[in-house]
């Protein structure tokens, strides 16, 4: 039974406003892609973290998010689903080219998130790189413009940058820096800033840290539009 994408397309975005997230309970009560709620279903999914219940729908209505959640509290699936949903309604596709660009502190946890978005991706056509260092430098240049979601460590990633003619972000429609906190800790300020300002400004920008330092305060401010403070496990 085939579903006409477009018509899905349409009233998915139609919901996108009347999204409360203290009503959500389950995946399901989000207007997400066909493609997207099976992959979840599959891997068990069912129940939203508290993280992805608050952020998930400004994601999803286009908003930058400033998340502050600790380690475990499922921030994955957090930028994930937004990552696979913005692509999708935008209909886009393998010959588009670089549409999300993920950065995370080390190679490990970059692996980790490639992980997750195989199996939360599985439905999809979207092509997916790892973007980290320590692997064939020319391997990578090769393939960076068939490599529409770009999970990458900070330092790799401003290399191609720098070096690479087919490294082209200019279309890219969606952001994420995980553990911010942590690339900063690592020294990675200078390049994340030098990231930022390579890449094109209407861009939409998820930022999740488990603190909120002075260094994640300046590197909000530079790289995020007005956006929304997410901090579910926060005493009010
Ligand atoms: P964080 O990045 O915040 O440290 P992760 O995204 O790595 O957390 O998730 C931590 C663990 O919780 C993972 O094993 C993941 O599979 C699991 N998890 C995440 N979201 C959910 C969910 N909605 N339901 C059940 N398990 C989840
Ligand atoms: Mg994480």
Not at 6 to 32: A, G, H, M, T, W
Not at 56 to 70: P, S, T
Request: glycine residues 6%.
């Amino acid at each position: 039974n085939k579903i006409n994408e477009d018509d899905e397309i349409k009233e998915i975005q139609s919901k996108y406003d009347s999204i409360v997230p203290s009503n959500v309970k389950c995946f399901d009560d989000l207007p997400l892609s066909y493609k997207t709620k099976k992959a979840l279903k599959e891997c068990n999914y069912k129940t939203p973290t508290d993280i992805q219940r608050e952020s998930i729908g400004y994601a999803l209505q286009g908003r930058d998010v400033l998340g502050a959640a600790v380690t475990g509290s499922g921030k994955t699936l957090a930028f994930l689903v937004p990552v696979l949903e913005k692509l999708y309604t935008q209909k886009w596709s393998r010959m588009d080219g670089t549409g999300a660009i993920i950065i995370s502190p080390t190679r490990e946890l970059a692996y980790q998130i490639f992980e997750t978005l195989r199996k939360v991706g599985a439905k999809h056509d979207f092509s997916a790189g790892l973007i980290i260092g320590g692997k064939n430098l020319k391997f990578e240049r090769g393939r960076m413009d068939q490599c529409n979601i770009m999970i990458c460590t900070p330092g790799r990633l401003l290399q191609h940058m720098d070096e690479n003619p087919l490294f082209n972000a200019t279309s890219m429609q969606i952001l994420v820096l995980d553990e911010a906190d942590r690339c900063l800790d690592m020294g990675f300020e200078q390049t994340m800033n030098a990231i930022i300002e390579n890449l094109p400004p209407e861009r939409q920008t998820l930022l999740f840290s488990a603190t909120q330092t002075k260094s994640v305060k300046d590197l909000a401010r530079l790289s995020l539009d007005n956006p929304v403070y997410v901090a579910p496990h926060e005493q009010q």
